[in-house]
Structures are given as C-alpha cells and as structure tokens.
C-alpha cells in the first residue's frame, strides 16, 4: 500500500450508485466514441477490463451493451473488496462476466491478468493514482499485442479548491493534513494533456490521443446540478479522501461545512444564478499497444 495514495480513499457503494450521476452523464456521452474509436476485433471475440468500475453501473449500462456479441470475457475491477462485492450481487447475468479486486497502480500485477485483454477502458478512476506511470505500465502490460484502451479522468476538479478552503478552519486542519497528496499529480500539471500524452508514449503505446475537455467549453460535459446540496451530500459521503479520520459523530458536521464551501464556490463561478455549475476538466486518452 503506498502512502497518500487513492487506496486510502473511503468509498462506499450504497452511497456512490446513487451519487455520480455526473460520472454517468460525461461517460454515456463519450462512451458513444468507443465503437468508432476501439479497434474491434474481426472475429467479435474481444476481452476488456474496465479500471475503477465502482458500483458497476456505467460498466453495465453503458459498455456491456457495446460489446459484440461473441465477446469472450468482461472483466470489471475495482481497489474496493467491497465495491467488487457490490458488483457480483447486482450483475451476474453472464458467465462471460467477471468482477475482480484490482490496484492497477499495484507494482506486481497479477500473473493471470498480463497480456490478457483486447481493450482497457477506465472512467473517473485514474487520477486517484498517485503513480500514473506505473499505472499506464500496467495498462500496458493488461493487453495482447494490438489491443487499445480508452481512459477518461479527472485533469483539474473544483472540488480541491473546497477542500483547501475547510482545511484551513483550524477545527478541521488536524483531519486534513496533508490533503493535496490526495489530489492527483496532473492537478498539479500546467498542460496536463501534454503530459499524460508523454506518459502513455514512454510506455510504448502508439496512435496516442489525449484531448482536455472542460465542462464548460464543450456542451457534452455541461452538467448542472439544479439540486446541488442533495448531490453534494451523496458525493461527499461515497467519496472522500479523510472523512475516515473524522470521529464518526462529526461527520454531519464537516460535511456540512463542505457542501456549503462548495455551493458558496459554484455560486460564484455561476455569477450568482440559482444552482451550481461543478468545474472540472477531463482526459480523455487513447492509445494502441503494438
């Protein structure tokens, strides 16, 4: 386990399944790139591994439907046992379908899994590794010659600027510290597109794309939260980086405080208006293993 890394992170599934409609938003809108963009295989026999699958619900909804119909195996893999465990009581309609326990910015990747898969597809799941070459080695090293992946995360997210703000109220600073080892490394890029780029090559992938897409600039990823103290609440309760360090009768609390900070933020960079426009910017990357 390293240190300050996403393995750390508190991630509940009764609680996410019900929380990122944001995710599934941005993931049905560019999942309709995958049949475009995958190299399928000509005889409909494909394998994928999704990173990060969480509660299962973008996987299933969204991907499952895309695969032909002669796939031989979908494999959904999360950090979380008990994400994993969610997942096999709620989808189990095929045998072709798998659902394992899987760090991929583990250092020993598991034997049975190397050079195992045509496709790698990850949504909102990379940037809580703190190691993104390793993680992209392990990418790479996921698939058989020729296979391809398609990764969209986080680049930049609002909700650190909020979480820097509550941390500086000295009642929260002790269960804070250290906060921005949480973030990702590219939060921390001034051309995070350039950079994963460089990342994905110096792994050996060919026919590298990575764009940046702000939810702002490009109307695919323009959600607004109309109801944004309910979606906040569910957010920060699935996901949250130190709520564990918190005493549990304190919880309402700081959450609480952390969703007004962010309402208070979203007003502002929504002039004012009634509701809250979440900022962030997504990677959207695809590569090509030789």
Same mark, same amino acid.
């Given at each position: 386990?390293?240190?300050?890394?996403?393995?750390?992170?508190?991630?509940?599934?009764?609680?996410?399944?019900?929380?990122?409609?944001?995710?599934?938003?941005?993931?049905?809108?560019?999942?309709?790139?995958?049949?475009?963009?995958?190299?399928?295989?000509?005889?409909?026999?494909?394998?994928?591994?999704?990173?990060?699958?969480?509660?299962?619900?973008?996987?299933?909804?969204?991907?499952?439907?895309?695969?032909?119909?002669?796939?031989?195996?979908?494999?959904?893999? !999360?950090?979380? *046992? $008990?994400?994993? #465990?969610?997942? /096999?009581?709620?989808?189990?309609?095929?045998?072709? %379908?798998?659902?394992?326990?899987?760090?991929?910015?583990?250092?020993?990747?598991?034997?049975?899994?190397?050079?195992?898969?045509?496709?790698?597809?990850?949504?909102?799941?990379?940037?809580?590794?703190?190691?993104?070459?390793?993680?992209?080695?392990?990418?790479?090293?996921?698939?058989?010659?020729?296979?391809?992946?398609?990764?969209?995360?986080?680049?930049?997210?609002?909700?650190?600027?909020?979480?820097?703000?509550?941390?500086?109220?000295?009642?929260?600073?002790?269960?804070?510290?250290?906060?921005?080892?949480?973030?990702?490394?590219?939060?921390?890029?001034? !051309?995070?597109? *350039? $950079?994963?780029? #460089?990342?994905? /090559?110096?792994?050996?992938?060919?026919?590298?794309? %990575?764009?940046?897409?702000?939810?702002?600039?490009?109307?695919?990823?323009?959600?607004?939260?109309?109801?944004?103290?309910?979606?906040?609440?569910?957010?920060?309760?699935?996901?949250?980086?130190?709520?564990?360090?918190?005493?549990?009768?304190?919880?309402?609390?700081?959450?609480?405080?952390?969703?007004?900070?962010?309402?208070?933020?979203?007003?502002?960079?929504?002039?004012?208006?009634?509701?809250?426009?979440?900022?962030?910017?997504?990677?959207?990357?695809?590569?090509?293993?030789?």
């Amino acid at each position: 386990m390293q240190h300050h890394d996403a393995r750390q992170v508190v991630i509940k599934p009764k609680y996410y399944s019900v929380a990122n409609r944001v995710q599934r938003y941005d993931a049905q809108q560019i999942i309709k790139e995958l049949l475009s963009v995958l190299q399928w295989r000509l005889d409909e026999k494909d394998s994928l591994i999704d990173l990060g699958t969480g509660s299962g619900d973008v996987l299933m909804d969204f991907i499952y439907p895309l695969l032909p119909k002669n796939f031989t195996k979908l494999v959904g893999t !999360d950090i979380s *046992s $008990e994400m994993v #465990e969610h997942c /096999k009581r709620n989808y189990s309609q095929s045998e072709n %379908v798998k659902f394992k326990v899987l760090d991929i910015g583990t250092e020993i990747l598991p034997k049975e899994l190397i050079g195992e898969f045509d496709h790698v597809t990850s949504f909102y799941s990379i940037h809580w590794v703190q190691n993104q070459r390793l993680a992209v080695d392990n990418i790479y090293r996921l698939l058989k010659s020729g296979g391809d992946c398609f990764l969209v995360f986080l680049s930049t997210h609002s909700i650190n600027e909020t979480y820097d703000i509550v941390s500086l109220n000295p009642k929260w600073a002790p269960y804070m510290k250290n906060i921005k080892n949480y973030y990702s490394p590219l939060f921390r890029s001034k !051309d995070p597109r *350039s $950079e994963f780029s #460089e990342i994905l /090559k110096d792994a050996g992938f060919v026919d590298v794309k %990575v764009a940046e897409l702000s939810n702002y600039s490009n109307e695919l990823l323009h959600y607004v939260i109309s109801s944004f103290f309910v979606y906040c609440t569910d957010t920060y309760r699935a996901v949250n980086p130190f709520i564990h360090r918190v005493p549990v009768e304190m919880h309402e609390e700081i959450l609480d405080e952390i969703i007004h900070t962010a309402i208070e933020l979203g007003n502002e960079s929504n002039n004012g208006n009634p509701g809250c426009i979440a900022t962030y910017k997504l990677i959207v990357a695809y590569a090509r293993k030789l």
